[in-house]
Structures are given as structure tokens and as C-alpha cells.
């Protein structure tokens, strides 16, 4: 992720976004959806209407993905997370706890996310929130959190 300079002042600051492929995938399973439901529909509506209703929350998820696709930034005066649907919320750097990579793994699957504990709220993002390892992400943080003065 290259830095990008912060139009109000001088300090470098990095963001994290969703891939430009994830949205596009959500819409493409969402057209998909309502193909099945139609395919499959026959003499019972109600497979077309729960398809439908499944591909509008997918269509929804990606559009959120367009229009807020920017997750996490960082500068000297702390970090910036989305919050609910298009929101941001702004942690100070004495604000922010702990910055961890919470790592699980199921059935021969393992998920890793960055977590970002504020004391009063915690944000956790994924890779396909983040567009890079959450490792990768949580040192980047970590070293930007030392250089603040």
C-alpha cells in the first residue's frame, strides 16, 4: 500500500481498502442468485422471493464496498476506522489499547483479523476488509504508533 499525503496537512498518512475485485464478485453471486431463483422457482414463489431477498443483501454488501471502500487509515494523530454502514470513527493514538491478530482455525480453514481494541469499542477487520494481511497491517500500525512524538 503506498502512503498518500493528507490534503490538510503535510504528515503521510496510509489507508487500507477492499480490493477492487471483492465488490465485483458480491454483485456477480448476486446476479447468480436471482438466476437460481428463477431456474429454480417452477410453481413455488417462495424460492424466488428468498433468492431475491438474498441477492439484495449481497447487492447491498457491494455497494457498501464501492461507495466506503477505504477500512482503516493511519497518521501521526491516530487512526480512522469505518464504523457501521459508511461511518468513520476517529481513534487518537492514547485512545487505542491494543492492536492484535486474532488467528482461528475450523475445519482446516484459518481466518486472521486484525483487531483494534478503543477501550469502549473494538474493530475487527479482515483481509478482504483490508486489502493486505492483517500481520502486515497490525506492524505497519504498530511502527506508525512509535514514530508519533
Known sequence: MRPERSPESSA?????????????????GAAA????????????????VLATAGA?????????????????????????VVRGLAGRRRLPWDAVEAIT??????????????????????????RYDLGAPPDEVAEALRAAHRETP
Open 12 to 28: 503521510v498518512q496510509r489507508q487500507w481498502r477492499v480490493p477492487a475485485l471483492v465488490p465485483v464478485v458480491k454483485l456477480i
Open 101 to 126: 491478530v486474532d488467528r482461528r482455525s475450523r475445519t482446516g480453514l484459518s481466518a486472521e483479523i486484525l483487531a483494534i481494541d478503543a477501550g469502549d469499542s473494538l474493530h475487527l477487520l479482515g
Open 33 to 48: 442468485l436471482v438466476g437460481l431463483g428463477l431456474l429454480f422457482a417452477e410453481a413455488d414463489r417462495m424460492r424466488l
Open 56 to 80: 439484495v443483501g449481497l447487492a447491498g454488501w457491494a455497494v457498501r464496498d464501492l461507495l466506503v471502500p477505504v477500512r482503516l487509515a493511519v497518521d501521526p494523530a491516530g487512526i480512522t
